[in-house]
């Protein structure tokens, strides 16, 4: 399974666009990268999932460079709603996926 | 769609007591996880079904008993629970068809054990 590396923790404001970048180093082929947000008492909720360049949704988009060894999740224009735990997963579509969680990411929006 | 459900929400246990968390989906997805998250911590994967008619251990498995009992329910058991084992219970699934990954979760168990 890749391993995943984000920071701990993230401070914006209102307003900014936050990038949250995740490595992993030992992505294999056939990995998928999936982002998820989780309100405290709530179950972690999907975002999005990419492969490889940029994926782009209603809610974020997913950067991934050409060497796929990290991700960048890109919130644009956050509000104080965005403050939750986002987590960066990684692994293969389908039957043989096993997901894994880090710690993520604490993101805090500022008035 | 009810989508993932789970029963109860809360729950107090004296230690060296059991119970049974339940789990249900009802969006025909194949694979079932039983995850158990700790304050300030990520989730930690204790059993998983990838298929109906099969389980397999996670990440944290000791302590805990899985039954799928078909395509749409996933239990989790205690058999005799410790002060260890507070924490918050989160049944998830995945379609596994296709190429997406993403994991309906359900609204959690909040379980203290005494």
């Known amino acids: 399974l890749a391993k995943t590396t984000q920071p701990i923790s993230m401070d914006s404001y209102e307003g900014q666009e936050v990038n949250i970048t995740c490595s992993h180093n030992n992505i294999a082929t056939n990995d998928y990268i999936t982002w998820y947000q989780q309100f405290p008492s709530q179950g972690p909720r999907f975002i999005i999932q990419g492969y490889k360049t940029k994926v782009t949704n209603e809610v974020a988009s997913l950067f991934i460079p050409a060497d796929r060894k990290s991700s960048t999740l890109s919130l644009p224009r956050v509000s104080l709603s965005d403050t939750a735990v986002y987590y960066c997963?990684?692994?293969?579509?389908?039957?043989?996926?096993?997901?894994?969680f880090g710690r993520g990411t604490s993101l805090i929006v500022h008035p | 769609n009810a989508g993932v459900t789970q029963t109860p929400k809360f729950q107090v246990l004296k230690t060296g007591q059991s119970m049974t968390l339940q789990c249900a989906q009802d969006?025909?997805?194949?694979?079932m996880y039983w995850y158990r998250q700790d304050p300030g911590m990520g989730l930690r994967l204790i059993y998983y079904s990838a298929s109906e008619g099969t389980t397999d251990k996670g990440e944290v498995p000791n302590g805990y008993n899985v039954s799928r009992l078909n395509k749409r329910e996933f239990s989790l058991r205690l058999e005799s629970a410790a002060p260890s084992q507070t924490s918050v219970y989160f049944c998830?699934?995945?379609?596994?068809?296709?190429?997406?990954?993403?994991?309906?979760f359900g609204p959690g168990t909040r379980l203290t054990v005494l």
């Open positions: 997963l990684v692994g293969p579509a389908g039957g043989s996926y096993i997901p894994t």
């Open positions: 969006m025909n997805h194949n694979s």
């Open positions: 998830a699934s995945i379609p596994r068809t296709g190429m997406n990954n993403e994991q309906f």
